[in-house]
């Protein structure tokens, strides 16, 4: 699910809660998470090795299986590798975001559904 805010958002009282990958366990982000007015749940988390992210290739296209392939971090693409290759400039924003489209449909693990979930659940 994906959902488009237009206007202000109160987290105390329009946010369900917060879901945060797994890969971000134990790091500043759930520190930051914490901060919030709001629950923090979890997601089991995407990952996919780079194997298997070259073998989804044809899903959007050669070109981002090799992007992901470069930013993964010990042969692993995670949403925390794709955050951090944005934060560094060095790559175009759709480009990342095409390599989390190939993530979100073939890296949820079994019965965790697949693309898009929401980051946040809002009431």
Partial sequence: MEAHIHG?????RGVEALVLDACYRGTPVEVAARGLPCPVEWHPGYRLTVPELHRHADYRGREYADLGARIARDGLIDP???GDAARS???ALQDLKTVWHTLARFGAPEGAGTAHRAAT???
Avoid: K, N, P, Y
């Avoid at 202000?8 to 105390?12: N, T």
């Fill in 8 to 12: 202000g958002v109160d987290l105390a």
């Fill in 80 to 82: 925390s590798a794709i």
């Fill in 89 to 91: 400039g060095r790559h």
């Fill in 121 to 123: 659940r809002v009431r």
